[in-house]
């Protein structure tokens, strides 16, 4: 493997060499909690997120208690995560992404919460302002938008010849996707492409959305983020190798899996980062006066293996851009 940034194996070697310290929970040390619609206490981005309470002198069990709650993928399960939670009368809440943070706010308006990778969230209603939340939210967060998202097809078109028609594939119940769908507008038709749009509620719609591209000769597929997405990459990389059809995903995590692109921010960094916004609330900052962060920096992951497999030919370029080439 080819890398030029190696953030995320030296994080997470770093975690696996420090084990969590088994010790009497003292009295005083603040319970905060975790949701979480698609982890898991194994997955790579909650250890980010302990290693980022770790780096900032937070010891799970002696200093600091989180009380995690998983919902494995079943989105109708938040709402009574979400309010276990609040009846533990935590000092914070860290949300995952947006179902997590909306599952979260109908439980509770004064509680701090923080979310780890919101949405849109001006548009949502999470918050009044990037600069300034104004309630009980804060956290990391972006918007999509025509130059980021144009980004994924874009790259598509570097690779696969000749493309005029692209599907996409789409969780439309998923809160904060409107604005990927008017980026994803604008970008194809920048691009000059037509495409496909195609919607999945569950898992079991993955198959009959593959077999909707074939039969709308599409010639590769972007696959857009949300949890069900993340939750079940496994199955969606491997319906695209069995269709041979070019994909590009929002999650880097894709890749490794054989995934042929990914591009995105990377997920591990604000894990990581959603535990300095901790830290300041438990510190006393209120959620309502700290700035939501947006990521600058969006990561490109290429898996040279799947493109062999696939007959294409990744243009110099393009590998010249990339943060992490796979062979």
């Given at each position: ?205 993955f198959p009959k959305a593959f077999a909707t591209i074939v039969r709308g000769r599409s010639q590769a597929v972007f696959i857009q983020g949300s949890p069900l997405v993340f939750t079940h ?49 438990l510190k006393g900052a209120k959620p309502a006066d700290l700035p939501v962060e947006q990521p600058s920096k ?30």
């Amino acid at each position: 493997m080819i890398t030029r940034r190696t953030f995320v194996g030296t994080l997470t070697g770093g975690l696996f060499a420090a084990p969590l310290v088994e010790a009497e929970q003292p009295a005083n040390a603040p319970r905060i909690g975790f949701l979480s619609a698609s982890q898991s206490p194994a997955s790579h981005l909650i250890k980010a997120f302990q290693q980022g309470l770790r780096d900032l002198g937070y010891v799970e069990g002696r200093n600091v208690i989180v009380e995690y709650r998983w919902a494995h993928g079943d989105i109708k399960r938040l709402p009574d995560l979400a309010g276990d939670l609040v009846r533990l009368n935590v000092r914070l809440i860290v949300a995952s992404g947006n179902r997590e943070i909306t599952g979260v706010k109908a439980a509770t308006t004064s509680i701090p919460i923080v979310m780890v990778v919101g949405i849109d969230p001006v548009g949502v209603g999470f918050i009044e302002s990037i600069a300034r939340p104004g309630g009980n939210i804060t956290g990391l967060a972006w918007a999509p938008a025509v130059e980021i998202v144009g980004k994924h097809l874009e790259f598509l078109k570097d690779v696969v010849p000749n493309l005029s028609r692209v599907a996409i594939l789409v969780d439309p119940g998923f809160p904060g996707i409107s604005p990927y769908r008017a980026a994803v507008e604008g970008a194809a038709k920048t691009l000059h492409l037509t495409y496909q749009e195609i919607e999945f509620r569950n898992a079991d719609d993955f198959p009959k959305a593959f077999a909707t591209i074939v039969r709308g000769r599409s010639q590769a597929v972007f696959i857009q983020g949300s949890p069900l997405v993340f939750t079940h990459l496994r199955d969606l990389v491997d319906l695209a190798a069995s269709h041979r059809i070019p994909a590009i995903y929002v999650f880097r995590e894709a890749v490794p899996l054989g995934g042929l692109m990914s591009y995105g921010v990377n997920l591990a960094d604000l894990y990581r980062r959603a535990a300095t916004f901790v830290d300041k609330i438990l510190k006393g900052a209120k959620p309502a006066d700290l700035p939501v962060e947006q990521p600058s920096k969006f990561e490109l992951v290429i898996n040279l293996k799947t493109a062999k497999a696939l007959g294409l030919t990744i243009p110099p370029s393009l590998l010249a851009r990339a943060d992490e080439v796979i062979q």
